[in-house]
């Protein structure tokens, strides 16, 4: 009976692999360029789902705007994906113990993040139900001189338009608190196993000033129904054959 259980574990986690989506190369496998933008309708892939990425400014659910690529590190100008509080000011910089973990780019906002007040919502697509998916915002900072804070909402979406999972972010604390988010990832996981095939991540803190940086996502597809079972079958019966 152990064998048997630790089998069936085994057929569950061979299925929950997922490639990350990590924004290192565009999805035509070449380097992207810093602040070049991410065409909308282009697909990366994981766990053989087709995944888009970009965002909706009217506020109709469906992306019309680019996504844009910010390279990791501080530059003398042009848009930037975050500002660091911390140390020295350096923009799009991890902070300390995160160092590494953006790679050399993320996903950012269309435009800098001091141009924005009110955030566009990212939109997510997939051209396959994914049962669970993951990713990281970045930065999401609270402000000790007005007490101010940003936040973030996740929801994901079936394919009939309704509303199957939720996640807010924490609310943003100042640099000097315990805990801080500043120049650091809050991870996101959101599962339905009935199927998601839409994700936004919208704005509902009250800072301005805000842009959103998004990395390292990746999802799983909804299991094919009885497939689970037909490996479980072809396990039980070579385990079988092995006795005899």
Known sequence: MYKLASAFAFVIAAGASAQVVDFETTPGGMVPTDD?????????????????????????????????????????????GFFSTLGNEDRDTEAPGFEGGLGDFFLRTPVG??????????????????????????????????????????RGFNAMGDQVAIQDSPVGIPQDTMGTLDSAPWTFTLANQAGITRVTIEYIGNAEGVGLAFDNYNATQVPTPG???????????GGRRRRK
Do not use: K, M
């Not at 109709?60 to 930037?80: Q, W």
């Not at 141009?115 to 915002?137: F, M």
């Open 113 to 154: 993040v001091d141009q924005n007040d009110d955030p566009s919502v990212l939109v997510i697509t997939y051209d396959t139900a994914v049962a669970e998916l993951s990713g990281e915002i970045w930065d999401i900072d609270g402000r000790s001189n007005d007490g101010t804070f940003e936040q973030w909402r996740v």
């Open 227 to 237: 497939a689970g079972a037909l490996a479980l079958a072809g396990l039980v019966i």
């Open 36 to 80: 070049s933008f991410l065409d909308r309708a282009a697909q990366y892939f994981s766990d053989g789902v087709g995944i888009s990425f970009g965002f909706d400014t009217n506020n109709d659910g469906i992306a019309d705007a680019d996504a844009a690529f910010e390279a990791v590190g501080d530059e003398p100008s042009g848009p930037e």
